[in-house]
């Protein structure tokens, strides 16, 4: 690989990032994400299929990470747990070396677009069900399987919100451990 | 009104479900929709804006009625157990009359169509957001007024899904009941 190729994907992802912020999603193309890069649209090509996979194409990977993690935690783990300890690794794997600011920037990028949003949505709908499959195959009956699967994502996204908009140094793990020991209190134990 | 548009709505409404499950949401056009009905497009256009109305057009009743019901729970119950007791009397009001056939055939046009999938996640999305509204109104902070709004989504669609597969003659609402009733176990392992 040629010198001025190094870390070229972090390089595209950052430039992407930053053209989407300052004028929208829809008014960037790939020529100009390459420019800002230093790099040429060939070099994009060969990281992304499109610039939306700029903001969507590593998600498939935690994807993969966590239904590998739920599947292999320990079996005397209740389902919740199950779903807990499959996101602690897969986090820490795919969001601990990643720049906060860059996750704002996507947050900001997607929220103003309506067809990002749908489509974010439509992938934690995905992240869910395969959540659910993973617990049915720890012989989690219906519907606690998909509840807790659920329940799993929905701790994630309002960890990560949280992660975001915070300007301590709280790693984006930190905020799903808070999240999560929030859902004792949500219901009476009667 | 005159007599041949009686119930003018439900006889719309269900000419349009028949149609769309039999060809397909986008082959449809308003036109087919009155004339199955024995009505006329100028009868449908004063019921509905468009076509897609008519699959997402209540929902925004059932929105308003919940977050009411939210609102004006007793003052004493913990959030989750609030999100149900708003979600009770609304299902009450807006599904106890619907013909289960008729939620069944909804599902099936928008599970076979990606845009109103889309569609489908943003008004849940905007559901939980309208839900977690009532909840901070009634002094719960964040993040458990989200999750706790986000769980009570999940409960209410995993809900609908096992009324609307099932055979036997239990309710909407002895559905809620049933998906609510295994949250406890679920979150008090955690």
Chains 1, 2 share one sequence.
Not at 57 to 74: C, E, K, N, R, S
Request: hydrophobic residues 45%; aromatic residues 8%.
């Amino acid at each position: 690989m040629a010198r001025w190729e190094l870390n070229a994907r972090g390089r595209l992802e950052a430039a992407a990032l930053e053209l989407f912020v300052e004028r929208g999603f829809d008014q960037i193309i790939v020529a100009e994400i390459a420019q800002r890069a230093g790099l040429t649209e060939r070099t994009f090509f060969r990281y992304f299929t499109d610039k939306r996979e700029v903001l969507f194409g590593g998600t498939g990977a935690l994807h993969d990470l966590l239904v590998l993690a739920v599947a292999g935690a320990p079996s005397t783990l209740p389902p919740l747990d199950a779903v807990a300890a499959g996101f602690r690794p897969a986090i820490a794997v795919y969001f601990e070396n990643r720049p906060r600011e860059q996750a704002r920037q996507r947050n900001t990028v997607i929220a103003a677009h309506a067809g990002l949003t749908e489509r974010e949505l439509i992938k934690l709908s995905s992240l869910s069900s395969g959540l659910a499959d993973a617990l049915r195959g720890r012989g989690v009956a219906e519907p606690a399987a998909s509840l807790a699967a659920d329940i799993g994502v929905t701790v994630f996204k309002l960890a990560n919100d949280r992660w975001i908009e915070s300007a301590d140094d709280r790693s984006l793990s930190d905020h799903f451990d808070a999240v999560f020991g929030e859902l004792k209190p949500l219901i009476a134990h009667s």
